[in-house]
């Protein structure tokens, strides 16, 4: 090699090691789009909502249980619970305390400071005494 090319080699090498590659930003999907007919965008945009929805917990007897006597326990002492639900792929709590429970309809009322609304029981996967 002519020492010419070992020069520009020794600097491309001496380059290349300074070279930050952080700085690099990829657009990601973005630079596919346009590519995509709309019914594939429509598609991914449904697949990323299915992706993040969370599991539905599964309860056995002995969960459902304790549930109920939580719920009793609160109703007796008329203190205030929080209620973790689960309704369509994502996880909702609630404050209150029980005003009443209506085993027909499959519902509890439930009062907070603000206001007061019903909560179907078939929701509920946790519930805990807030003394």
């Known amino acids: 090699m002519k020492k010419k090319e070992r020069?520009?080699?020794?600097n491309f090498e001496e380059?290349?090691?300074?070279?930050?590659?952080?700085?690099l930003q990829d657009r990601g999907s973005k630079k596919w789009v346009a590519m995509m007919l709309p019914e594939h965008v429509k598609m991914l945009r449904e697949y990323s909502e299915e992706i993040k929805k969370e599991p539905?917990?599964?309860l056995n007897e002995?969960?459902?249980?304790?549930i109920?006597?939580?719920?009793v326990l609160a109703m007796k002492r008329n203190v205030e619970i929080k209620i973790k639900r689960w309704k369509e792929g994502e996880f909702i709590y609630n404050r209150g305390t029980i005003q009443w429970i209506d085993l027909r309809k499959r519902t509890i009322e439930l009062e907070d400071p603000f206001r007061s609304f019903e909560l179907y029981i078939d929701e509920i996967v946790d519930v805990s005494l807030l003394e």
């Open 15 to 23: 380059d290349w090691n300074q070279l930050d590659l952080s700085q």
């Open 68 to 71: 109920q006597d939580q719920i």
């Open 56 to 58: 539905r917990p599964d």
């Open 62 to 66: 002995f969960d459902y249980e304790a």
């Open 7 to 10: 020069d520009s080699m020794a």
